[in-house]
């Protein structure tokens, strides 16, 4: 096994511990500040960080709007109908298989499909494509749930806590080296979520 691969299992296993602490905290502001902090120590120090070693935003941290408490939600997973498989043709990772498992409703308006992710091993993914892409945000859209890689604010056998303060841009925002699965239709918005993480 290479370095590369252990220092990626210390990432992942660094952003699960950071999710557990969030849903530690009572306080959903506060666990969205530690989930700051530690997101900029992540991308300050560790050898995964897909920032350049002279990104600025080593420095700087990752640019976020502030916590606004009426954007987080538990919602109720609604059914849908069965839909062919989405792939995803993901460079090195090979070809990624997203199936359709649910829509939630937004109370800001529209709604956001709930993706099973079959890839690295298993999970629930929910990316977001906003009024803010291209104009505040990137442009691909932004991810809300990847629980795969340990982004779980909680919920019930129903129902998904979704914290729109949470949306965070993935690696390929910051580098080319890194492919990323990007919003389908159904998890597209025509609101500004100004929530998150944002451009510089």
Not at 87 to 98: K, P, S, V, Y
Request: net charge negative; proline share 8%.
């Amino acid at each position: 096994m290479s370095s590369s691969s252990l220092t990626l299992v210390d990432w992942r296993r660094r952003v699960t511990e950071i999710y557990a602490a969030v849903r530690d905290e009572p306080d959903p502001e506060q666990g969205w500040l530690t989930w700051r902090a530690a997101r900029d120590d992540l991308f300050r120090l560790h050898p995964q960080s897909p920032l350049t070693d002279d990104d600025p935003l080593r420095e700087t941290g990752l640019p976020h709007w502030p916590y606004d408490p009426a954007l987080r939600f538990e919602l109720e997973l609604l059914d849908v109908d069965a839909t062919e498989p989405r792939l995803f043709e993901a460079g090195d990772d090979g070809t990624l298989r997203m199936d359709l498992v649910g829509r939630v409703e937004l109370p800001i308006g529209g709604s956001l499909d709930v993706w099973w992710m079959h890839q690295y091993g298993r999970g629930i993914f929910v990316p977001l494509k906003d009024g803010t892409a291209g104009d505040g945000s990137y442009g691909a859209g932004r991810y809300l749930l990847d629980t795969a890689k340990g982004s779980w604010l909680g919920g019930t056998d129903r129902s998904i806590v979704l914290d729109l303060n949470f949306a965070y841009h993935p690696s390929c925002r910051y580098n080319p080296r890194w492919t990323c699965p990007l919003a389908p239709p159904g998890n597209t918005i025509t609101g500004r979520v100004e929530a998150g993480e944002r451009l510089d």
